[in-house]
């Protein structure tokens, strides 16, 4: 069977979200304190730099979520019900499906009738996504979309009316403040049907040196990922940043669980952004993420709450990361 791939993308034009960029990145830094929004790291250098975060020794969520898609892809299989009807796999913020891939193969190769869906901010990401996959697995039926997760999951359930499996992989949801997990399951929730399922990829808590070594390399990618942004808005936005200026810096919170970064600047300085100037003092922090790990029990009180049933844990050998697999 030929493999069947179109693209669907968000209804913004070029010049929407050239707009919305800018209006998001100067509210951002207007605001006190000052923050950006990690959504924009991934241009195509951004996502670049990324692809070498998740090859790094110090990151372990790579390897552990790789892991459990490696040598435990019949009991997710099985977890989320693959062979029971046709359904769609639709993958929040795909990148470049490296963990998911090795499920797409298993599926195929057991002839489970599905659907890949791919959902990406980055219009990059699912044009080498497309290239890619195509080679691998020939017989993959794939629609890309290309925008943001909601709007494209509304695009999703347009297409087809087929039972859906999310997958939101790579401990994403701790890129969100406890209030924002809770809010976008919530709104996950609303956009799903009864025993539709979603799986989960959950970051741990474990020992803080480790998770501080994960975001803080020694090779200063992280470094590198995080000033990129700034970069990228001299170059989108005309602005003047002097990357020089700014520095990198990482917090781990062992009880709450927040891992955050920041942009320090590291004098008393003024950037311009079109017709806008915005003064930053020495010292100042710019808020840029969070990586918020949980605990096992944490993740289930989370899924009640959100209307969904939590059906299975599925753990990598060390214990470090989970992928929870919840039903509506």
């Known amino acids: 069977m030929n493999r069947?791939?179109?693209?669907?993308?968000?209804?913004?034009t070029d010049y929407d979200t050239h707009h919305k960029f800018k209006s998001e990145i100067?509210?951002?830094?207007?605001?006190?304190?000052?923050?950006?929004?990690?959504?924009?790291?991934y241009d195509k250098k951004g996502d670049e730099l990324f692809q070498q975060i998740m090859n790094m020794p110090e990151y372990y969520l790579t390897d552990c979520e790789l892991e459990i898609f490696t040598r435990k892809k019949n009991e997710i299989a099985k977890a989320i019900r693959a062979f029971d009807e046709p359904f769609d796999l639709v993958e929040?913020?795909?990148?470049?499906?490296?963990?998911?891939?090795y499920l797409l193969e298993y599926l195929v190769a057991q002839n489970a009738d599905f659907t890949y869906m791919p959902i990406d901010i980055s219009a990059n990401i699912i044009s080498v996504l497309?290239?890619?996959?195509?080679?691998?697995?020939?017989?993959?039926?794939?629609?890309?979309?290309?925008?943001?997760?909601?709007?494209?999951?509304?695009?999703?359930?347009?297409?087809?009316?087929?039972?859906?499996?999310?997958?939101?992989?790579?401990?994403?949801?701790g890129n969100m403040e406890i209030e924002e997990a809770y809010e976008f399951c919530n709104?996950?929730?609303?956009?799903?049907?009864p025993n539709d399922i979603l799986l989960i990829g959950f970051d741990l808590k474990k020992n803080p040196h480790t998770i501080l070594a994960a975001y803080n390399d020694k090779a200063g990618i992280t470094s590198s990922f995080n000033l990129n942004l700034l970069t990228r808005i001299n170059e989108e936005l005309e602005a003047d940043f002097n990357i020089d200026h700014f520095s990198h810096y990482q917090t781990y919170d062992p009880l709450s669980g927040a891992c955050r970064s920041y942009l320090i600047s590291l004098e008393d300085q003024k950037v311009h952004i079109d017709d806008q100037e915005i003064s930053f003092k020495a010292d100042e922090a710019v808020y840029m993420e969070i990586s918020h790990k949980y605990s096992e029990k944490e993740i289930d009180i989370m899924a009640r709450k959100t209307g969904f049933k939590p059906l299975k844990q599925i753990s990598d050998t060390k214990g470090w990361f989970v992928d929870a697999i919840w039903k509506v």
């Open 4 to 12: 069947n791939t179109t693209t669907a993308t968000s209804s913004l």
């Open 92 to 101: 929040l913020g795909a990148g470049d499906a490296t963990k998911s891939s």
């Open 187 to 193: 709104a996950l929730k609303s956009k799903l049907n």
């Open 26 to 41: 100067l509210n951002g830094l207007n605001e006190e304190p000052k923050h950006l929004l990690s959504k924009y790291f």
């Open 130 to 173: 497309d290239e890619n996959l195509t080679l691998k697995i020939p017989e993959l039926q794939m629609t890309g979309l290309n925008g943001e997760y909601f709007e494209m999951l509304d695009k999703a359930n347009e297409i087809s009316s087929r039972r859906k499996v999310i997958l939101f992989l790579g401990g994403n949801i």
